[in-house]
């Protein structure tokens, strides 16, 4: 298989020069021929015109960061990256090619991820073109190839990641932030590489569920965050509790029995895991009555 090898024309501005020159000379031969009424002298002045007036047509600009991606008759010649003003055969084919870094931005797409809950997702990537043979002749369109490669990297992720992870070490897209852009990166990249496209960033920009489950999800988030708070506050009382206890039968405060005791801990657990404010009953009796 062809692949993208670099050419240099012949420097421009000595040709318009030489063309110039040329012209300009042969039209004084035109005019000479014409006050001697020499026909061939007519002719042969005229064809020299003719063909530098074509010549003219090889004349190519190359912008910087851009490549002109030459063929002659179907057959590819090389591609000029180096920029200027180029001399080629006029009658090749001269494609312009940008190698811009560029952005594209995928639509929001909605995909089931990995537990089949409906999702919106929608990614950004950043491109540039590498290899100018395989942009131009491998693919129909590159810029359509980018857009289609890209939506179905972002779907293939979306549905192999759950939305949130449910256990510890399990990779989310919500979570998971560079994980997931490393994996969409190298996903994109290896779909656009045959097209001599290389992928510099990819990165989610948007992510959410869909709005038919979006409140359902919401209060199970709600939940889990209350869950989890909960669980905290009970270990910290716990502790403090056991803390307490502690320090009370280490420096003899009190002899506290097994009933006591756990009456203490009733109320010390009432205190620390309690929403609102406690208010202290005075026992104005003992323990038992």
């Known amino acids: 298989m062809a692949h993208e090898h670099e050419i240099r024309g012949i420097a421009g501005w000595p040709m318009v020069f030489l063309l110039a020159t040329v012209v300009l000379g042969a039209s004084a031969g035109l005019v000479l021929a014409a006050r001697e009424a020499m026909v061939e002298g007519i002719l042969l002045s005229a064809l020299v015109i003719a063909i530098a007036c074509a010549c003219f047509a090889g004349l190519t600009v190359v912008n910087p960061n851009q490549a002109r991606v030459v063929t002659l008759f179907g057959v590819y010649k090389g591609s000029i990256k180096v920029p200027g003003l180029w001399w080629v055969n006029p009658l090749t084919t001269r494609r312009r090619l940008s190698l811009r870094v560029r952005n594209f931005e995928s639509g929001k797409l909605k995909v089931n991820d990995h537990d089949g809950n409906p999702i919106e997702i929608a990614a950004v990537i950043v491109w540039r073109i590498v290899e100018t043979f395989e942009a131009v002749f491998n693919v129909d369109d590159y810029e359509h190839f980018v857009h289609v490669q890209t939506e179905a990297a972002v779907r293939i992720l979306a549905t192999t990641y759950a939305y949130d992870?449910?256990?510890?070490?399990?990779?989310?897209?919500?979570?998971?932030?560079?994980e997931i852009t490393d994996r969409l990166r190298h996903e994109v990249h290896e779909r656009l590489a045959k097209a001599g496209i290389d992928v510099i960033e990819a990165r989610i920009s948007h992510l959410a569920y869909a709005p038919e489950i979006a409140g359902a999800m919401l209060r199970r988030q709600q939940a889990t965050a209350v869950i989890a708070a909960r669980q905290k506050i009970v270990?910290?009382?716990?502790?403090?509790?056991?803390?307490?206890?502690?320090e009370i039968s280490r420096k003899g405060v009190v002899q506290l029995d097994e009933e006591r005791k756990a009456a203490m801990v009733s109320n010390l657990l009432v205190v620390l895991c309690s929403e609102r404010g406690v208010e202290p009953v005075v026992n104005t009796g003992t323990l038992y009555q």
Not at 235 to 243: H, K, L, R, T
């Open 165 to 178: 992870s449910h256990e510890d070490g399990q990779l989310s897209l919500r979570s998971s932030v560079g």
């Open 235 to 246: 270990e910290g009382a716990v502790g403090m509790v056991e803390m307490a206890l502690d």
